[in-house]
């Protein structure tokens, strides 16, 4: 393995793709048309790559993998693993452990240190049936020795295979891959958002342009409203819901999306004297493990964060107290309480929601009131990445069929006067 600087800057506006006899092949073995499971195989002059290696929240046991009968695992080189969610990683105990994969790992070191404390906590928690198998497996945490780390913008070479990666948002540690075989690139998103947040840097647009992307069409043609539209309309329910006695329930995941909202709501009450008396609980023992985890990789995050670690730990919050279970919950007066699943299928957040639903006074985010902070590109996100990138080969994935069939007929008008090529389903490259 052979580890380099970055490539030189390069942009390329037009690629031949004429060369006989080179096929480069992709295929989807989950997250093709839906959203879960995200698993793409690539193979090209007799090197193969595997992105991401999920599992599908809507099903349990052996229906919940990708589809790995339909490749050779002991024929991939490469397995690159783009941030620490289950439906992009949750499966690669499975596949590191019960195929013939001998290949390689690679994810960033956020990604790792996170990966292993939420696979950990899923296996204990989770009616998933594919935890028997992990559980009955003696070496459950044998596969860690086998991941391996990628700083942000390192190029690492295996069996010819160039790759290094960019910041993508979306989590903390979330990477976009670039892989060059043969001096063809192609560059798999994963999941990303070109937005900056409070707490995460915005992807970044590769100096790179490459021969495909394979990119997630979560929202189609959806736009999402301002940020501090959001923001607003999420204090005001908040606000307006406790001058009134009631409490709020926010379902959230235990990492990702719910350190944003932390951050927003610890600000809001900071800025609000006359709500200091109002508790915030946050219930997830998990996350509190992982702020060591956020602490320790601060870099990686945006230059806020960045700024305000040089003085202080920016997730430290000053109203925001832990909760562990609900025999610790004092359940007197107005409070707000985020706790996991986001779901509500089952948890302190499904426990909440039953004690307080029956109450009009009381706000449950997801049943009356949404509000989208989903870290996702949208439409205007999705096409100005393209505009700048400007690839000849694009491929959706991570989206519901019609919802991609939309974006494409929307991608096609957007970009008449470009020869681009839309859900390719063969490509000679060279």
Same mark, same amino acid.
């Given at each position: 393995?052979?580890?380099?600087?970055?490539?030189?800057?390069?942009?390329?506006?037009? /690629?031949?793709?004429? &060369?006989?006899?080179?096929?480069?092949?992709?295929?989807?073995?989950?997250?093709?048309?839906?959203?879960? &499971?995200?698993?793409?195989?690539?193979?090209?002059?007799?090197?193969?790559?595997?992105?991401?290696?999920?599992?599908?929240p809507?099903?349990?046991?052996?229906?919940?993998? *990708?589809? =790995?009968?339909?490749?050779?695992?002991?024929?991939?080189?490469?397995?690159?693993?783009?941030?620490?969610?289950?439906?992009?990683?949750?499966?690669?105990?499975?596949?590191?452990?019960?195929?013939?994969?001998?290949?390689?790992?690679?994810?960033?070191?956020?990604?790792?240190?996170?990966?292993?404390?939420?696979?950990?906590?899923?296996?204990?928690?989770?009616?998933?049936?594919?935890?028997?198998?992990?559980?009955?497996?003696?070496?459950? =945490?044998?596969?860690?020795?086998?991941?391996?780390?990628?700083? =942000?913008?390192?190029?690492?070479?295996?069996?010819?295979?160039?790759?290094?990666?960019?910041t993508?948002?979306h $989590?903390?540690?979330?990477?976009?891959?670039?892989?060059?075989?043969?001096?063809? &690139?192609?560059?798999?998103?994963?999941?990303?958002?070109?937005?900056?947040?409070?707490?995460?840097?915005?992807?970044?647009?590769?100096?790179?342009?490459?021969?495909?992307?394979?990119?997630?069409?979560?929202?189609?043609?959806?736009?999402?409203? *301002?940020?501090?539209? &959001?923001?607003?309309?999420? /204090?005001? $329910?908040?606000?307006?819901?406790?001058?009134?006695?009631?409490?709020?329930l926010i379902?959230?995941?235990?990492?990702?999306?719910?350190?944003?909202?932390?951050?927003?709501?610890?600000?809001?009450?900071?800025?609000?004297?006359?709500?200091?008396?109002?508790?915030?609980?946050?219930?997830?023992?998990?996350?509190?493990?992982?702020?060591?985890?956020?602490?320790t990789?601060?870099?990686?995050?945006?230059?806020?964060?960045?700024?305000?670690?040089?003085?202080?730990?920016?997730?430290?919050?000053?109203?925001?107290?832990?909760?562990?279970?609900?025999?610790?919950?004092?359940?007197?007066?107005?409070?707000?309480?985020?706790?996991?699943?986001?779901?509500?299928?089952?948890?302190?957040?499904?426990?909440?929601?039953?004690?307080?639903?029956?109450?009009?006074?009381?706000?449950?985010?997801?049943?009356?009131?949404?509000?989208? =902070?989903?870290?996702?590109?949208?439409?205007?996100?999705?096409?100005?990445?393209?505009?700048?990138?400007?690839?000849?080969?694009?491929?959706? $994935?991570?989206g519901?069929?019609?919802?991609?069939?939309?974006?494409?007929?929307?991608?096609?008008?957007?970009?008449?006067?470009?020869?681009?090529?839309?859900?390719?389903?063969?490509?000679?490259v060279?």
């Open positions: 393995m052979a580890s380099t600087g970055p490539p030189q800057s390069l942009k390329r506006s037009d /690629t031949s793709l004429t &060369r006989e006899g080179d096929q480069l092949i992709i295929t989807p073995l989950g997250a093709g048309n839906e959203v879960g &499971r995200s698993c793409v195989y690539m193979s090209y002059k007799g090197k193969t790559i595997l992105f991401d290696c999920g599992i599908h809507a099903y349990s046991g052996m229906a919940a993998l *990708p589809y =790995f009968d339909e490749i050779d695992p002991s024929t991939i080189d490469v397995l690159l693993v783009t941030h620490f969610h289950l439906d992009h990683a949750a499966s690669l105990p499975y596949f590191l452990e019960k195929t013939t994969f001998k290949g390689r790992v690679f994810m960033t070191h956020a990604t790792k240190a996170i990966y292993k404390l939420l696979l950990s906590d899923y296996v204990k928690v989770s009616k998933f049936q594919l935890k028997i198998c992990y559980m009955m497996n003696k070496t459950f =945490f044998a596969p860690w020795i086998k991941l391996r780390v990628i700083d =942000f913008h390192q190029t690492l070479e295996v069996n010819g295979i160039r790759f290094w990666c960019y993508a948002g $989590v903390h540690g979330a990477a976009m891959f670039m892989v060059d075989i043969a001096g063809v &690139r192609v560059l798999y998103t994963g999941d990303y958002s070109c937005e900056e947040d409070r707490h995460l840097r915005a992807a970044e647009i590769p100096q790179f342009s490459p021969d495909i992307c394979i990119i997630e069409s979560t929202y189609g043609v959806q736009l999402h409203q *301002p940020r501090n539209v &959001r923001e607003k309309r999420f /204090t005001d $329910v908040i606000h307006s819901t406790i001058s009134q006695g009631g409490h709020v379902p959230a995941f235990a990492l990702g999306r719910a350190q944003e909202l932390l951050l927003i709501l610890d600000e809001y009450w900071s800025n609000h004297p006359e709500l200091h008396n109002i508790p915030i609980y946050y219930a997830s023992p998990l996350a509190k493990r992982c702020m060591a985890v956020y602490q990789y601060s870099n990686s995050m945006n230059e806020r964060i960045r700024n305000q670690f040089a003085n202080s730990n920016a997730f430290d919050f000053k109203h925001i107290s832990p909760l562990n279970s609900i025999e610790n919950f004092n359940d007197v007066g107005p409070s707000v309480v985020m706790a996991s699943p986001s779901g509500l299928q089952s948890g302190l957040s499904r426990q909440l929601f039953e004690m307080w639903f029956s109450d009009k006074k009381n706000a449950c985010y997801t049943w009356v009131h949404y509000i989208s =902070f989903s870290a996702h590109a949208d439409f205007a996100q999705t096409s100005t990445f393209l505009k700048e990138l400007m690839p000849p080969n694009i491929i959706p $994935v991570h519901e069929a019609n919802e991609m069939g939309r974006l494409k007929q929307k991608l096609i008008t957007q970009f008449a006067y470009r020869n681009t090529n839309y859900f390719p389903k063969e490509l000679s060279g």
